[in-house]
């Protein structure tokens, strides 16, 4: 990791519900309660936006202040 990497190192996993939807922005209600922004910017993804109220998975890299998912599950 170089000085100029925007991203904290490593990926995270969370698993809850969109509490909700706006743009590429999404906010997720983990299963512990913690509540996270995540961005789809540039994720060339072939599957639709989740919607809220939705269960899902992501795989995320920390960039303050939000999370850039690069992979959805609908759990």
Same mark, same amino acid.
């Given at each position: ?24 922005? #999404? %906010?997720?209600? !983990?299963? =512990? ?5 995540? $961005?789809? &910017? ?10 809220? #109220? %939705?269960?899902? !998975?992501? =795989? ?5 202040? $939000?999370? &850039? ?7």
């Amino acid at each position: 990791m170089g000085d100029l990497d925007l991203f904290e190192p490593g990926t995270q996993i969370f698993t809850g519900v969109v509490r909700s939807w706006s743009g590429a922005f #999404g %906010e997720l209600v !983990t299963d =512990s309660g913690l509540s996270l922004i995540f $961005v789809l &910017q540039g994720q060339g993804q072939g599957e639709p936006q989740p919607k809220v #109220g %939705e269960r899902i !998975t992501i =795989s995320a890299r920390r960039f303050r202040p $939000v999370y &850039q998912a690069a992979t959805i599950t609908r759990a």
